[in-house]
């Protein structure tokens, strides 16, 4: 005997679901600032339906057609999406600060091929992204996730009825309900682990994800035999609408889901959607399918579309990164007024078009949005890419050499071009071989600079605090005739142990490699950093390591640039220089670091460059017209290659 079939039928109580879940979603960004487990539901809801109507449909006409089902997929989610990220690509360029225009752009393309949640996860886990500022579509990788499911989800309905006739000869719907549990299974095995060893990849991750699209399928196929008494659905109701609601209350949402702890919303809406089922008066679905809960779960998926966007537009106009009630309140009435008017004059018009009778008529208005939106993004993207072929001229934008040099330049907009200085990478950067990334502890070995006659071999090694000094020794490899051997690893310092807690397992196994490495081919000097930001003192672990290649070669240590307060080019296009420059003695001790040891270590040199970055009791984020930083705490490559001036000195005596 095969399950009954799920009805496919309209369910108010969802609906007021909805509703509950963009508002929850709304308020936890503008007033919390977290996240509240709202998109978890909305999840669950969805596998429910989708799976309810595959269903029926094929228990019906024994098929889908792919076609039909791709198009009413995209003439549902088409006209909103496309609205709001063409009102983004327009607020973006009269709002945001350049700096943050080329991370827009590429996530508008990410979005609008429902691949943002992807895009996200690459840069939660890579560390010369993890400074991007939280754009305007962040909140579009819960579609992208749901559009894939949307997507794939026919193909795993199709296959179970397959399995069912041609291999199995079971029931299609237990058969179904068999590949569903594995798949719940399977997924929820991976989202555990995948949480508990890299949770900001995992929380996009779709496959940690699938199990809640699962869940809902599950549950419309279980749902007929779920009969209570109607006493217990009104409790289990209640209950399921206060575990929605207190989610993001009871758990730090942001930082443990999607593992196990996703179980508690996604088990809210199954007991909401059971209650529903042994239905009362006093129960929470009357609540939630009541006609004002259907109202705004009808416009709810465009709430959600609208509120975001215009929040970071406010964080972008006011400058500030606290919304208190009134501003907050104000943009709730916003986005539930936009999304009314843009569900009325462009989602419904298109969904009367029929995928069968106006199908040319449909695909052309569908193409119009996609075009709109990806044609205004590319021109933009162009218009970005052509400040980028900017050059700058040493007389204008003397950057260091300012400072060093006495050159004092006519005021222009300070170079680079803010829309590409986070992408402006030291040069080796471009050559995979030159670098390991964060869970890597492979030691690659680049040389550049002077490699055909060097006079000197220089060791390049630690992070990209080291690493970001690479343009100013490329500027002298000419002159001093040096050879750069780079030895470089993101977020991995040139030290002995993890002295402050911030460097992982497969840094340290890169520390080792790299003194066995450069035992067997000693360079003349090995240049890296002293000490770590505001840092009164030098590391046991930078001497440490330094120690065991005494006797081998010579370390130049150059003291750490001062670290800024939040992203200084937006705070610069926004305030101004003056406004964006911290008192030196906010980002500087007192003394070099290396002053405090009460034995220098024999084969050390140490410089300090500080007077390059700060004057007069101040550290601008613009000097010589010339941005000091790519991001809060990375020198910008413009300004490292000024920096050959001052650092050829100290180095040349290191040389000698």
Not at 253 to 269: D, K, M, Q
């Amino acid at each position: 005997m095969d399950l009954q079939v799920p009805e496919k039928k309209f369910r108010p109580e969802l609906e007021g679901v909805r509703t509950v879940a963009a508002l929850l979603v709304a308020v936890y960004h503008i007033w919390i600032g977290a996240v509240s487990g709202g998109v978890d539901v909305f999840f669950i809801v969805s596998g429910y339906l989708i799976t309810t109507s595959l269903v029926s449909k094929m228990e019906r006409e024994g098929r889908i057609h792919f076609g039909e089902y791709w198009l009413g997929l995209a003439r549902r989610l088409f006209p909103l999406a496309f609205t709001v990220l063409l009102f983004v690509v327009a607020g973006s360029i009269l709002l945001v600060p350049e700096s943050q225009w080329k991370q827009i752009i590429g996530e508008v393309i990410a979005s609008g091929t429902y691949t943002q949640n992807w895009y996200l996860a690459t840069s939660a886990v890579d560390y010369l992204g993890q400074t991007n500022q939280a754009s305007p579509l962040q909140h579009f990788w819960a579609l992208s996730i749901q559009g894939q499911f949307y997507l794939t989800w026919p193909f795993v309905i199709l296959f179970s009825f397959w399995l069912a006739r041609k291999v199995w000869k079971k029931p299609q719907r237990k058969t179904l309900l068999g590949v569903l549990l594995v798949l719940f299974t399977l997924s929820m095995a991976y989202s555990i682990y995948k949480t508990a060893v890299e949770q900001p990849w995992a929380y996009f991750d779709t496959f940690a994800r699938a199990w809640e699209f699962s869940l809902g399928g599950i549950l419309a196929l279980l749902l007929p035999y779920l009969r209570f008494p109607k006493a217990m659905g009104v409790i289990f109701g209640w209950i399921g609408l206060s575990i929605i609601c207190l989610t993001g209350i009871l758990l730090p949402v942001s930082t443990v889901f999607p593992g196990y702890a996703a179980l508690l919303p996604t088990g809210g809406v199954i007991m909401i959607i059971i209650a529903a089922e042994n239905g009362s008066r006093f129960g929470a679905e009357k609540l939630l399918g009541s006609k004002p809960f259907q109202a705004f779960g009808s416009i709810s998926y465009g709430f959600y579309l609208w509120h975001w966007p215009l929040l970071i537009f406010y964080y972008a106009k006011t400058g500030t990164d606290k919304v208190t009630f009134i501003p907050g309140l104000a943009i709730m009435i916003s986005a539930a007024i936009l999304a009314w008017i843009s569900v009325r004059m462009m989602e419904k018009p298109v969904r009367k078009m029929s995928v069968r009778t106006s199908k040319k008529k449909l695909i052309f208005t569908l193409a119009l949005f996609l075009f709109t939106v990806m044609g205004s993004n590319t021109a933009w993207g162009y218009y970005v890419h052509q400040k980028g072929e900017e050059t700058y001229a040493i007389g204008d934008y003397p950057g260091a050499r300012a400072i060093s040099e006495g050159i004092t330049p006519a005021e222009k907009d300070p170079a680079p071009s803010p829309a590409l200085i986070k992408e402006d990478l030291p040069s080796f950067y471009e050559q995979a071989d030159c670098f390991s990334n964060m869970e890597d502890d492979r030691v690659t070995k680049c040389s550049m600079g002077d490699t055909k006659n060097p006079e000197h071999t220089i060791a390049l090694v630690g992070g990209s605090h080291s690493g970001h000094w690479f343009p100013a020794l490329e500027e002298l490899s000419d002159d001093l005739h040096l050879q750069i051997d780079i030895y470089n690893k993101d977020a991995c310092r040139f030290s002995a142990d993890d002295f402050d807690g911030a460097l992982n397992s497969s840094c340290m196994e890169w520390n080792k490699t790299v003194v066995e490495l450069l035992k067997e081919d000693p360079p003349d000097l090995v240049f890296t950093t002293a000490n770590v930001g505001i840092g009164d003192t030098v590391p046991k672990g930078y001497l440490d390591q330094w120690k065991k290649l005494e006797g081998v070669t010579e370390i130049f240590a150059v003291r750490d640039n001062p670290a800024m307060e939040g992203d200084p080019v937006a705070c610069v296009e926004q305030n101004g220089i003056e406004a964006c420059s911290p008192k030196r003695s906010d980002v500087l001790s007192a003394e070099p670091p290396w002053e405090r040891l009460d034995t220098q270590p024999s084969n050390v040199t140490f410089a300090d460059l500080s007077g390059s970055f700060c004057q007069d009791g101040t550290c601008p984020p613009v000097v010589g017209n010339v941005y000091v930083y790519r991001d809060y705490h990375h020198i910008s490559t413009l300004y490292s290659k000024t920096l050959a001036g001052p650092l050829e000195e100290p180095l040349s005596e290191a040389l000698k």
